[in-house]
């Protein structure tokens, strides 16, 4: 996995429709020195990454569900592909639904084991 882009300062934008799994991350993510910004929706978080004021402070790395009502995280994954300052942030998928093939992210199977996640955001950030 790729540094993420300069400036990030250890902050995760977690994107899973599930409110209780981004209130839990979020927690586990603070407790150890991350800046955690959370979205319901993929919709929502490319609003937040387009608007946000400090557009300085990208995230170091992306946690996104593939399984989402309104835009899935394939849909999500392949909008960042195109759009030149998104591709840069590292992604980490975490999905029920088993591993995905043709992705280019590191792939967290859910329920997520967070040594895992640890590691994969370690190297991101």
């Known amino acids: 996995m790729t540094e993420g882009p300069p400036g990030c300062d250890k902050r995760v934008l977690v994107i899973d429709d599930d409110v209780e799994f981004c209130t839990s991350i979020r927690e586990l993510l603070v407790d150890r020195g991350y800046v955690v910004e ?16 400090d557009k300085s402070s990208a995230p170091c790395a992306i ?24 591709r ?8 029920a639904y088993g591993d995905p093939t043709g992705i280019e992210a590191d792939f967290i199977s859910k329920p997520v084991n967070v040594t ?9 950030c």
């Open 38 to 53: 959370t979205c319901t929706s993929a919709t929502s978080a490319l609003t937040w990454l387009e608007t946000r004021e």
């Open 63 to 86: 946690v996104v569900d593939l399984k989402m009502p309104d835009m899935d995280g394939y849909s999500f994954l392949a909008t960042c592909e195109v759009e030149p300052r998104l």
């Open 88 to 95: 840069e942030i590292p992604i980490i998928v975490v999905s």
């Open 116 to 124: 895992r996640l640890l590691r994969s955001l370690e190297s991101a």
